[in-house]
Nanobody, 117 residues
Framework: QVQLVESGGGLVQAGGSLRLSCAASGSIFSINYMGWYRQAPGKQREWVARITNAGATTYADSVKGRFTISKDNTKNTLYLQMNSLKPEDTAVYYC???????????WGQGTQVTVSP
């Protein structure tokens, strides 16, 4: 089992930046994919970005060019650098880790990001 703890959320004005962190512990040897998802009020959870063990990254079109996913294997920590934030980025952001891409994997408790106009 993998445990994930997110941090770094907060309130920021439009155009500002935040960096989210996700500390992983437990059976981290089983992780092949890590990613970020978000859920806005009244909406379904949506995928934001993913990184593989090899470091390959993919992004949702809505955040491409503004968000950067990265990881520090020495600290077992995943990051999401968010720049040029927009009010529509307001959501609870969740960290996810999975052994294979089609599995549900493990989820963190989420961290709130609020972007004011």
């Amino acid at each position: 089992q993998v445990q994930l703890v997110e941090s770094g959320g907060g309130l920021v004005q439009a155009g500002g930046s935040l960096r989210l962190s996700c500390a992983a512990s437990g059976s981290i040897f089983s992780i092949n994919y890590m990613g970020w998802y978000r859920q806005a009020p009244g909406k379904q959870r949506e995928w934001v970005a993913r990184i593989t063990n090899a470091g390959a990254t993919t992004y949702a079109d809505s955040v491409k060019g503004r968000f950067t996913i990265s990881k520090d294997n020495t600290k077992n920590t995943l990051y999401l650098q968010m720049n040029s934030l927009k009010p529509e980025d307001t959501a609870v952001y969740y960290c996810n880790a999975r052994p294979i891409i089609i599995s549900n994997g493990s989820w963190g408790q989420g961290t709130q990001v609020t972007v004011s106009p």
